[in-house]
């Protein structure tokens, strides 16, 4: 088999080897993305939250409750710390840190924009935990929809969201 040359590359491309170096590194990342954990719901009693509104609403009807903050922490670590950190610090995680979902609303001084912004990043989250996340054909999270109820993944949103995410 030749070897690629300096000449190889300035005629268009690289060589044999480099291309089939590339293809195996994309296969293998491809594999490592692909092996993601099991779509299991997590052993978490919401009973004592209200009854989360349906259809879906574009708000977190959660927001602020300490119970549901305090049950979605638990929540979390059954169903999401395996890929975004333990009590939701992505520090050493290969996933986004969702801590920082909503970051920049708190900048916003206007209440009626602050809001309406907030219920923004509670529609992209509400819709990336139900349909997952698929990038470049390969998918990177599993979609929840039909294992997580909406109680659940609210009281999520709200620990995320909570000044206690990230300390453990």
């Known amino acids: 088999m030749p070897t690629s040359t300096l000449a190889d590359t300035a005629r268009g491309g690289p060589g044999p080897r480099l291309r089939l170096l590339a293809t195996i590194g994309l296969m293998g990342a491809a594999g490592l993305c692909a092996a993601l954990p099991p779509a299991i719901p997590p ?20 927001r602020g409750i300490a ?14 710390a395996v890929c975004h950190g333990p009590d939701a610090d992505a520090s050493k995680s290969p996933a986004p840190d969702l801590r920082r979902l909503g970051r920049t609303c708190k900048r916003v001084r206007d ?13 992209y989250f509400r819709n990336s935990v139900l349909k997952g996340k698929v990038k470049v054909g390969v998918r990177h999270m599993v979609a929840w929809e039909g294992i997580l109820t909406p109680e659940v993944i609210w009281a999520i949103r709200t620990f995320i969201e909570s000044p206690d995410a990230g300390k453990h």
Do not use: H
């Open 43 to 62: 052993q978490v009693d919401t009973s004592a939250l209200p009854a989360a509104p349906m259809p879906w609403p574009d708000e977190n009807p959660y």
């Open 67 to 80: 119970l549901a903050a305090v049950i979605g922490r638990d929540a979390f670590n059954q169903t999401c």
């Open 111 to 123: 209440t009626t924009l602050k809001q309406r912004c907030l219920q923004d990043v509670d529609v």
